[in-house]
């Protein structure tokens, strides 16, 4: 599959109205895959498994966990675009304040879809470019190591990486410069592969890169780790803060 290619998952509880949009969707060439879901709480599952790179939130939503959708995007999924979309402009005030700034009305009109997805084709292809030209201009002697992520596999420098963290079935990876990945594998999978680099299991649930270690606080076993002017809280184990006594503690 083209990686510039668009995956849009429509969330819609009226039929009509999804069969037009996804009338509208399979006459684009540059949408690959149509996911569809009838409420908030399917939608949750489609997001994880395929990382779409377009929401269409009909709101008011069904289902209980409209919440936790906003906030799985808006955290796990940065390069995910949430749009709102509703029959009336009422919700616009909603939609503003949970930090979600596309917004279409109902029937969706064709052009307004279009530069949504247009505007998504292009920093896609951006993204790309980049991630390409970085793998060029690697030295040889760099290590790279190919980790795998919902969305496929990711090329990256160990000291890109700051922390994993388990997540059920998943590892959520925070990388510098403020990026955020997703992986199907086991924390312990990346403990075995990241113990040579410096990485030390802090937790049941952590796995850090000591060289960002910025303070550790023995009174509540807590880590600070600090990169690009941004800290990370990770709490740790006591056996695993006695280990790190090599740093400076309060």
């Known amino acids: 599959m083209n ?14 109205s999804m069969d037009h949009t996804i009338e509208l969707l399979q006459a684009n060439p540059m949408v690959s895959e149509i996911k569809t ?16 790179d377009i929401i269409l939130f009909d709101y008011p ?3 209980k966990a409209e919440k936790e959708l906003i906030e799985f995007v808006q955290t796990k999924l940065s390069e995910t675009t949430l749009v709102l979309v509703s029959k009336t402009k009422e919700y616009a005030a909603f939609a503003i304040q949970n930090g979600i ?9 064709n052009t307004e879809l279009l530069k949504i997805i247009d505007t998504v084709h292009e920093n896609k292809q951006t993204n790309t470019r980049a991630r390409v030209t970085q793998l060029i201009d690697g030295t040889p002697e760099e290590t790279r190591l190919r980790l795998q992520t919902t969305k496929g596999y990711l090329m990256l420098n160990p000291d890109e990486l700051i922390y994993c963290k388990a997540d059920g079935f998943y590892t959520e990876l925070y990388l510098t410069r403020d990026r955020f ?20 299991r802090v937790s049941r649930s952590h796995l850090i890169n000591q060289r ?22 990770i709490k740790g184990g006591r056996t695993h803060i006695r280990n790190l006594s090599k740093f400076d503690t309060e």
């Not at 510039?4 to 429509?10: D, F, G, P, R, S």
């Open 37 to 52: 879901a009838e409420n908030t709480d399917q939608a949750i599952l489609k997001i994880i498994n395929s990382n779409p």
């Open 61 to 63: 939503s069904k289902g």
């Open 101 to 109: 700034f596309k917004y279409l009305l109902k029937p969706i009109e």
């Open 212 to 233: 960002y270690i910025r303070r550790i606080y023995r009174s509540n076993n807590m880590i600070v780790l600090s990169a690009d002017g941004k800290e990370y809280e």
């Open 181 to 200: 990945e997703l992986s199907n594998q086991f924390l312990l999978k990346f403990e075995e592969m990241l113990s040579q680099f410096n990485f030390l």
């Open 3 to 16: 990686s510039t290619k668009i995956c849009i998952l429509i969330i819609d509880s009226e039929q009509e």
